[in-house]
């Protein structure tokens, strides 16, 4: 179905599932997964906000450490909770795109994609205003045509490299040594504030992770920083 869809063949129908979902698969396009310059770097992305209480008790500790994150809001949680949001970009987080709803983009129509986006874009800007063109496909799902839409609509795709697998909550030091085995330098870091199903998605181990692995790499000499200020630095790695 998934090989139909795309308008593959059968023998490319592994490589193709699997490209439409790896998140630092090239094939439908390029998408940012990795900071340009590489090097002691890390993003911070938190995906599925806003999210009550979370949301807030993790924006305490990337404050206490003096450290920028990269935020993928879900558009209906944002008409739910415009205040988190607000509380996210006072403290200079960058906020990006991750749709209205959270659909697998894969399974949806080009009008229904760009309603996606677009309902999401409308909600931030109803809460904050300007705010950074960077756009997550939920679960990393895409095809060419959710690259293009959303470069249509102006907005940059962004994907991952180190995944934190900490949507069930497992505890916080497994999450810890699950990011530190996959860390290459220049990483961009997968996590959760929210959960996708429903506000109020418990992440407290997620926050106590992050302060972890905020002491962990800032002792070894790393820089932590938010996505838009990564791409700035050099723009044709995006393009
Ligand atoms: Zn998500």
Redesign the pocket.
């Known amino acids: 179905m998934l090989a139909a869809f795309l308008g593959l063949g059968a023998v490319a129908t592994g490589s193709a599932a699997y490209q439409s979902m790896a998140p630092t698969g090239q094939w439908f396009g390029h998408t940012l997964a990795r900071l340009p310059s590489g090097g002691k770097r890390i993003a911070l992305t938190y ?2 906000g806003p999210n009550d209480a979370h949301t807030l008790q993790l924006l305490e500790v990337l404050a206490e450490h003096s450290v920028r994150a990269t935020f ?1 809001m ?1 558009g209906r949680y944002v008409r739910e909770r415009p205040d988190i949001v607000c509380e996210v970009a006072r403290a200079g987080h960058v906020v990006g795109n ?2 209205f709803t ?1 659909p697998l983009l894969i399974f949806q129509s080009e009008e229904a994609t760009r309603a996606q986006l677009l309902d999401c874009r409308a909600a931030l800007h109803d809460a904050i205003g300007e705010h950074s063109n960077l756009f ?1 496909p ?2 990393g799902g895409r095809r060419p045509a959710t690259l293009r839409i959303a470069r249509g609509l102006g907005m940059e795709p962004v994907m991952w490299n180190v995944t934190g697998y900490d949507w069930n909550a497992p505890p916080a030091v497994e999450i810890e040594k699950k990011v530190c085995r996959q860390m290459r330098g220049g990483d961009v870091i997968l996590l ?1 504030d ?1 959960g ?1 199903k429903a506000m109020g998605a418990d992440r407290l181990q997620t926050v106590i992770a992050t302060d972890l692995l905020i002491r962990r790499y800032k002792d070894q000499g790393y820089e932590f920083v938010a996505v838009d200020t990564a791409v700035s630095h050099q723009p044709s790695a995006v393009r």
């Open positions: 995906d599925d993928f879900i991750h749709t959270h997550r939920p679960f959760h929210g996708h």
